[in-house]
Every structure is written in C-alpha cells, then in structure tokens.
C-alpha cells in the first residue's frame, strides 16, 4: 500500500471478520426470499410478450376463479389503492421531468407496455406453481405498436414515439432544445467552458471517434423480491432486499398513494444490486395482492423477469473529440454522448457526461448529453452509473493520440491529469485527488515494467473516475453497562459495511471493535438513510458514526465529571478511550477506562443513547487505473486475460479485503462489459437471452487473480480520509482491454462488448 | 385442479424428514417453502448459476433442477450441515477470515461446491478449481477471494 501522511490508527486498516459473516456462512442469514409469515400466498406476475403495444383490454375472470387463487392485480387496482391519499395523475410533463403516472405504469403497465417483460398483471395463490397457472388464464387482448431498441434509431426523425406527451426539455443553460414536435429524446444537458474553437485551432493533432456499447445487466444473483402485508389498520409492512429502506418506502407510498408512514420497510438481507436494486419493482404488487387478500404476500423474480423488467445499463452512442499539441497537452475537447433510458425517462447520461473528461485538465470543452427513451426495460444505476461508457470512449481517443504522438500512454496522461485546483467540467476546482498519484504508482509498477511476449499478446492500460456520493446517514447507539455498544444502522450492508462503520465507531471512542453490536434496522427505527450506492455507505455511514462518537465521548466526560465532582473542562478524553482528569488532592490518578466508566452510567443518570443524522459533500472523488495482458485466439476470436492489475486511490483503506474485494468485483464485471455480456433483441424486440446460460457473466475460470494495489490519498473531507470505492474499478476496464487488443492484433474497436463474434468478424 | 400432496422420506443433515411436497416441487422449493430450509439459495432457477447447490447422496447437485419426489430415500446435505455443533468446517472459517463474501448469497453454493470438490481433490491446483467452480456465479467478488479461501483450506 502506497500512504501519503496517515495518521496511525489502531483499527483502521485492520482486518476483523464482518459481524454478519457467521450468518452468512451457515445458512442463517434472512435475505428477502427466506421469509416466512402465518398465511404466507405466493404472487407471481404475467409480462407483456410484446415489446410495444396499446393493451386494449385485460380479462382476469378466469384466473380469479382458479381454486387457490386469492387474489388479481392490474395497474387500475394500483393507482386508488390507498385509503387517505390520491396519487398524483398529473398528465402534464414539465421539460425533463417524469410524469408521476409513470411511476405507477411502470410498476404495472396502464394504457401501452413499453417492452418485452413489461408487468401487466399479478396474481397471489396458495402456492407458486398455482399462481403460475392462474397467469394462463389472464387474456390480454393487444394492439402491437411499431418498437425502437436502438439508441441511434430511437432518435431519426419518424421513429415510433414512445410518449407522445414528451417534449425535450433542458437541463443545463445555454441551449435550448425545446420544442414542439413528438420525440424520444427526454431531455438535454450541456457542460461547457473556454473556446472549444479557439482550442481546437491550436491543436497540432486531432482525433474525433464514435463508438457505441450494448446493454448490460448488473447480474445480481439474488433476484428482486418482495413480501407485503396490509393490515386491516391501514398500515403496510414490507420486507425486501433493497440498496435503500427508505427509499423504497417512499416510492411505494408515491406509488399506492398512502402516507408515507403508513408505510414500514424492513430490510432484508441484500444478494447484491450494484444500483439495480434502488427502484422498487414487487413491492407495490406486493402490497395490493396483499391488500385484496388480507394475507401476507411473497414475491419474487424468476431469473428471466430479472433480465426482461429490471433496470439493465443504458446502450450507449458516443462521439468524443480531443486536439492536442505536440507535447500530449491536450487544447480542446468536444463529446457528444447519447444513452438509452429503456421505457421511461432517466438514463445515467447526465453522470456520464460530468465524468467522461474528470481524469484531465481541459479549458476548452463542451459535452452533450442525450437522454433517449425507447423499448426495452427501463435503465437503473449500474456501479458508476454513465460513466463506463463516456469515459471508455475518452480513453480509447487517449490511446489513439498516445499511438500517434509516440508518446507512452501513462506519460500522455500524466501531462494532462487533473489536480488540486484544476475546474472539472462543471466549473468547479478539485479539492485533493488522486488521479496524478495513481498515474505515477501505474508507471513504477513491477506489471508495467514487465516485458510482455507471444504472439497475439498484448497491454493496454487506462484510467477511470467516479465522484462518489454523500447524502443523508442516520444511526443510534447506546453504550450498555459492561461497555459494549449497541449500533443501530440506516444503511444496509451489502458487503460488509457494517464492520467498515462499527470500524470506524471503534476508532473514533477507543474501544475495541468486538465490543460494537451492529445492527440494520427498519425504516420505523432510525433517522433516514440514502441508498447503500454511489460509493456513499462507508463515507457517510462513518461520518455519522464518528459525530454519535463525539456526542458519548462529551457524556462520558461529563458523567467523570459528575463523580470526580470537578469540572468537565479539566477532563480529557484519550485516543485509548480513557476518560483522564487531573490527579486529586492527595495526588491520586483521576482515570476511567471506557468499561469502568459504563458501568458507573446507570448511576449517574442512565445509559447513553445518541442518535444522529447527517448529510455531507465532502466525499471525495477517486480515480483507479488498470493494466491488463491479454492474448487474443485468432481461431474462436475469444479474448484471454493472463495478467489484471488495479491501482486506486482508495483515500483510506478502512478494512482492506473489502476494499480489495470491491476492486475485484467491479474489474470482473468491467471485464464482462468488455468481453460478452450484453443485450441481444430480435427483429420484434424482444429480449433474447434472458438467462444466465446466455448472458454470460464472467465465472471462475475466465479470470485470473486480480491484483489489487491501493494508493491512500486520504480525502479532507473525512474524519477518516474516507473515500468511495465501489464503482471507480468498473470503469478503466473497458477501454483497458480494448487498447490491449489493438496492442495484441492491431485492430481497434468501437462497440463493446468485443465479443468473440465481433473479434472474429473483423480477424475474417 | 391442486395436485394432490405427496409424502418424501429423506435424511437431511443427518436427521431424517418427512416433507410433504407438490408433484411439482423441486427439492429447492421443498427445502425453502416445504421445510423452511432457505440456506440453499435460488439464483435462476434452471442450473445456471449454483446457489441451490447441495450435496445429494454424495453427489453435488443443483437442488432447483431436481424433482423433490426424486428424493426419496436420498441423503441430502445443505450448507445447514455444514458446521458441526460447536464448530464451523474450515471453509466456512477461511471464506470468514479471508472475506470470501460481499453480499453472501452465493456462499451457500460455493460452500457445497467447493465441499464437493475437496471430497473429490483434496489438492486441487488453482486451474482445477476455477474449473469446478465454474458452475457458481458470484457477482461480487471477481472468484479471487473465494479461489484462494478454497486453496489456503486444501493445504491445510
Ligand atoms: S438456482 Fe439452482 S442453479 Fe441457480
Ligand atoms: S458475494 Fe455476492 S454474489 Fe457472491
């Protein structure tokens, strides 16, 4: 590990198991589908086999009368589900904002199905083989509408119109795009800044590409789920594995119509989401069947509704420009980026286009963004959302400008890197990062160094941002009489969060880490929380941690205070959790060990318990650069990885296997970005390899161990230098590996995946 | 219309059960929704991903993809069976120690697999490993954690 200037921690970069591994390991763990309630039915729902069609009429008559069948759900029993509220039906669309309607359609489709999988109808049944029988004898009767699937198409004039409400509306100043023919295009925004023209003038070499990727999925194993009562009382419990209680609870309640604290989330243990498990899917259906049942409600997804109805990545166009001088120092850059929002507005594209150009210095820039609604599931956030397509088609330009200045790729960088000080492309100067650190440790690194030999063997390398996010935090924590604490958190733990923050909550007071009990509550339970996402849970969820610490580090002094009967000023609060005063009158030692002092709190007034809720900006942005050798097989076209290293700046490592392990993962799924998965729809659009066996994510023994090198650039925005680092790896493995290939056999592409078709079809 | 209810006679974990199941179940859906067994997981349903696995008359099986009227006089072990009373199997402790989980629900499946291939190959080099494992889909880790945890427990 590579440290500038950390403070010595005691815990901090240690490696303790995590507090819910046992559980994990046995069998034990609860995750949304394990649950089991008195009166349990069992929902499953019909999909739309059309991939754009009017529904004319729905006939559920017949799957009502099926014995077992308790209960029949169409979009008109979920809007007016609610007992007090209306939902919002407003029809009239602001510019680049959703229609409240659609929150509602896309849970269950109202006047068209937007794509193949769209919901349409569900069913609660005694059991599911049952509720799968009763969906036979739902008739829908469709008008097939004419699809768009493609980015680029969705977008020509005369493309079928998915919303004919939709007008383009503006997100950023200076252009206005406003108009008033129908479109797909949901809406625009624009970053700009200098004189890209003036820029481009003083350019000695200049290079404008287009690429294009597919669609992925994020590949979560566990599928969506959800189980819901609605009590006689009006009150609505649901359990899921969700990135967010709260969030879901307040889109359920947006969606049924109900007071938001009607509403209860109980959060169950989470099999992975990466940003696909922040939109509600089941829950609502969940709720309503279980509302016309007056019984418990389970659902959950089968692995092709998983691939057909939940948010995959946006299918992306890009066209990046860059100039440069002689030197490498780049003058100008202009891009344009284009993403497929699936049904419903909302694609990453506006955090794509605020990411593509962050690795560098630029004055003269101006990048466009697309949203662009069309056929196929509604996109959700997938790990660094928007930003592995932008900034693989800057990084693939960067290698082509390296090739033709003769200039070593990681020095090309290196002239251009951003720095404290220097405007990202929204104008505002960077606090301290990394990205020169990571560029520097890339070039000493002994894989680098390395000679590379074989025929079709080749390296590339590239590097990647992500912002990170803040947001609201809340926990609790009551110190109990023998000094053990118990810690209540909003944030659920997808992959071991709550060791990273009970971490943190142990260094913050000096105690060990044994002794904090974490716990992931329900949304009744504790102050709000953001979704586990955007890199966020270990930032924020250590800052509220470090804040309820100082609030037990002031009571405890103040309780030493009460039974020394001297002043709370005289008291200090050591880094080994000892409460010291100042020696007595008879020259006696004044001191406390943590432990000692807890059980004297029962006396002196009860037990602490503090709670504390924060939001902060101060997360700190973070780069990561990759290094792949890779070989090519002329004769399958299928792409090797022999050697993978990761250099990040991970601010601090608080518990570093999983900061490794979130490297690791995110490089398995860039690499499955770059290599095979993807999206294939045929000619009526409708999704074709809605399964594991044919959306192919990498398994073990298509990669080889990932090697991990952390550079610590702690953030000053945290109590810990805390930054995110979940989503940087996902980003440099796509335009890594493509610039490998070009090294391996001297083609470029321009559309990921480069799957072994795509690499055949350009070897033949 | 509802299949009438079948009785299966089974050894799980050591003890021996009786599940009542529909014609219809799979031994995934009989452990889960018959008996309240959920350690094994369902990630797809159709054997592509191996989180249902477990180990059915010595053999490792995807549990979603056999009848649980198949069992019959089978002995089944899930990742239930795993730990003895008082101690976790090595695996459980290496995959803990060595973090070869994120969000966890593949580790039920890798568990039983990587069980299977220890009986199998008790020195299983890292090729023959990744291979074995192959049937396990993990989309959190990137396999580097759970390959090493399977080999630092082969070597004892
Ligand atoms: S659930 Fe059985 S293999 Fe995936
Ligand atoms: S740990 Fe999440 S799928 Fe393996």
Known sequence: MVATGKPQYKIIGTRPRRPDGVDKVTGRAQYGADIKLEGLLYGAVLRSPHAHALIKSIDTSKAEALDGVHAVITNADLVGSGQTVQPATAEALEPGKASPRWAAESILAGPKVLYHGHAVAAVAADDVHIAQDALELIDVEYEILPHVVDVQDAMLDGAPILHPQLRTGVRAAGVDTRSDIETNLASHMRLESGDIEKGFAAADLTIEREFTSSQFHQGYIEPQNATAFWSHDGRINIWTSTQGSFMARDATADVLGVPVAQVKVIPMEIGGGFGGKIPIYLEPMAAVLSKKSSRPVKMWMDREAVFQATGPTASSYSKVKIGVTNDGTITAAECLFAMGAG?????????????????????????????????????????????????????????????????????????????????????????????????????????????????????????????????????????????????????????????????????????????????????????????????????????????????????????????????????????????????????????????????????????????????????????????????VDRDTGKTEILRYTAIQDVGTAIHPDYVEGQIQGGIAQGVGMALNEEYYYDSDGHLMNGSFLDYRVPVANDLPMLDVEMVEVPNPGHPFGVRGVGEVPIVPPQPTIRNAIYDAIGVRFYHTPMSPRRVLDELL | MIPEPKVVNTIINGDSKQILVSERDSLLEALRDRIGMTGAKEGCNNGNCGACAVIMDGRLVNSCCVMAAEVEGSEIMTVEGLASRDELHPLQTEFLDNAALQCGICTPGFLMSSYALLQENPNPTEEETRFWLAGNLCRCTGYDKIIESVLTVAKG
């Open chain 1, 343 to 631: 049904g419903y507005p909302g694609s990453p594209v506006g955090a794509g286009v605020m990411c593509a150009l962050a690795p560098y210095k630029i004055d003269n820039q101006v990048i466009d963004g697309l949203d662009v609604v069309l056929n196929t599931p509604k996109t959700s956030a997938y790990r660094a959302p928007g930003a592995p397509a932008t900034e693989y088609a800057v990084e693939s330009v960067m290698d082509e400008i390296a090739e033709q200045l003769d200039m070593d790729p990681i020095d090309l960088r290196l002239v251009n890197v951003a720095e404290e000080g220097v405007k990202n492309s929204s104008g505002t100067p960077w606090p301290k990062i990394g990205a020169k650190d990571v560029l520097e440790a890339m070039k000493s690194h002994p894989h680098y160094l390395s000679e590379i030999q074989g025929e079709d063997v080749g390296r590339g390398i590239a590097i990647g941002f992500w912002f990170n996010g803040g947001m609201e935090s809340s926990s609790s924590a009551r110190v109990n009489k023998d000094g053990s604490i118990a810690l209540i958190l909003g944030s659920v733990d997808i992959g071991g969060s709550r060791a990273s923050i009970s971490m943190q909550l142990a260094e913050t007071l000096g105690v060990t880490y044994e002794q904090i009990a974490p716990q992931v509550t329900d949304t009744d339970s504790v102050g709000y929380t953001a979704v586990t996402g955007g890199s966020r849970t270990t930032f924020a969820g250590g800052w509220v941690v470090y804040e309820l610490g100082q609030m037990i580090k002031a009571e405890m002094i103040s309780r030493a205070s009460k039974i020394w009967d001297i002043s709370g000023d005289e008291i200090t609060y050591s880094d080994e959790g000892t409460v010291v005063g100042p020696d007595d009158a008879e020259g006696n030692k004044r001191a406390f060990s943590f432990n000692e002092l807890a059980s004297k709190l029962q006396a002196t007034g009860g037990l602490i318990a503090v709670s504390a809720s924060s939001s902060h900006t101060t997360q700190g942005a973070a780069y990561g650069g990759h290094i792949v050798d890779l070989k």
